[in-house]
């Protein structure tokens, strides 16, 4: 009898999770491999930088999946393992330990990876941490320790939330971002401005249109910052939090189109008709133009359009892409994309430490910012499922009703 050749997923973030899950439930019965470079399953991401830190949780508890799931689901899982190529004319992954895998179809969940430091401004020094995976959870645990001084290097979500955890924990935390303000590239001043004092209320030394010349070593470790203006900060440990890059190499060197990700059509497929793509990984058309989204919403939307195209049963994308930071006991609730927005209208909410912020695009309702507001999130993104917009004058109206724009 034939072997058929399974669907192999290479990538063991929440997009594989999701597809092994999607796939099944789209009636393929076929064979199936996960491929992943990290030595246990799918696990959650969000709580490295949150609960699994500031709780010290077991690994078992931030696993998507049970091992034995992915046996029911007659998954074979090939961890620790990493494809080193792509032969598209055999439709085989090779990797890198010399073993090779024919597939039907291949999925590419291959997700991002954190920008790093260049070697030459201390980069490469010990001590110098990042924060996107299990093991860089797990280098970050054991300096959180009451009194000793970190620095975040970026003021992005991932360095926000690492800042949250380690000043909860004790920890002398300054955070310098090298842009005017904290959020830059994806939150209005008046978001920006609510988690500014949130940190300094809890103690971060927080800098912002600060750039680093250097981080500086005692040794192989780094023990101090010098600042372009010749400010010098002293640490014991350093995040860095300044953005990720796509892995795109396999789908570079097998030929495919990149733009500023993996290129795919609205079911999640590539130009060659066996390979797909999902998650963070990939540049996909969105309203009129092409994205890339860093969200485990997308990589699980994603995903599940991905699968119905293996299954035969091809979907196009439709999601609502959303979003959310955990910081101290503030929650941010983000929905929608707030890309061209030219108006942001910050709106109170019911309680002292709660605020929407409301982003237009003319008159059109592109996206919310919901701080510690449940109900602000779930009505932006009830409209912005719909396709509507609420005026302007009812965001800024203290008396309005949430209900009343929900009505039409």
């Not at 830059?184 to 249109?209: K, M, N, S």
């Not at 912005?384 to 929900?406: I, M, N, Q, Y």
């Amino acid at each position: 009898m034939d072997v058929v050749a399974p669907v192999v997923l290479v990538g063991g973030g929440h997009a594989a999770a999701a597809f092994v899950n999607s796939v099944r439930r789209a009636g393929y019965e076929g064979p199936l491999t996960l491929i992943s470079d990290e030595p246990v399953p799918p696990y959650h991401r969000p709580p490295l930088s949150k609960k699994y830190l500031s709780d010290s949780l077991p690994v078992a508890q931030i696993m998507i999946r049970a091992a034995a799931w992915y046996e029911e689901q007659k998954v074979t899982l090939r961890l620790g393992a990493r494809v080193a190529r792509i032969d598209r004319d055999a439709r085989r992954v090779e990797l890198a330990d010399g073993s090779s895998l024919d597939y039907a179809q291949l999925v590419l969940l291959t997700g991002a990876r954190p920008r790093r430091l260049p070697a030459d401004s201390g980069g490469d020094l010990q001590g110098v941490l990042l924060m996107r995976c299990l093991a860089d959870a797990d280098a970050m645990a054991p300096h959180l320790v009451v009194g000793r001084r970190l620095l975040v290097v970026g003021g992005g979500y991932i360095g926000l939330e690492a800042a949250a955890v380690a000043a909860s924990k004790g920890l002398q935390v300054t955070l310098i971002e090298a842009a005017p303000r904290i959020l830059q590239r994806v939150a209005a001043p008046a978001t920006a401005d609510y988690f500014r004092a949130l940190h300094r209320a809890h103690g971060v030394d927080l800098r912002e249109g600060v750039t680093l010349r250097r981080l500086m070593a005692d040794g192989a470790r780094v023990c101090a910052a010098e600042l372009q203006d010749g400010q010098r900060i002293d640490a014991d440990v350093v995040l860095v939090g300044i953005g990720v890059h796509p892995n795109v190499e396999l789908a570079e060197a097998a030929g495919l189109a990149l733009d500023n990700g993996i290129v795919v059509d609205e079911f999640c497929r590539t130009a060659d008709p066996h390979i797909l793509a999902a998650g963070d990984c990939c540049s996909f058309p969105f309203r009129g133009r092409r994205i890339r989204l860093e969200s485990v919403q997308n990589a699980n939307d994603q995903a599940a359009v991905a699968a119905h195209a293996v299954a035969g049963k091809p979907m196009p994308y439709a999601a609502l892409p959303w979003f959310w930071s955990d910081q101290y006991d503030t929650k941010l609730q983000i929905a929608g994309l707030n890309q061209g927005y030219d108006d942001a209208i910050p709106r109170a909410g019911k309680s002292e430490r709660s605020l929407s912020v409301w982003y237009y695009r003319g008159e059109t309702l592109l996206a919310v910012d919901a701080i510690n507001d449940a109900a602000a999130f779930v009505t932006a993104k009830k409209l912005l499922e719909r396709g509507a917009s609420v005026p302007k004058a009812a965001v800024r109206d203290p008396a309005a009703e949430f209900k009343t724009w929900l009505a039409g």
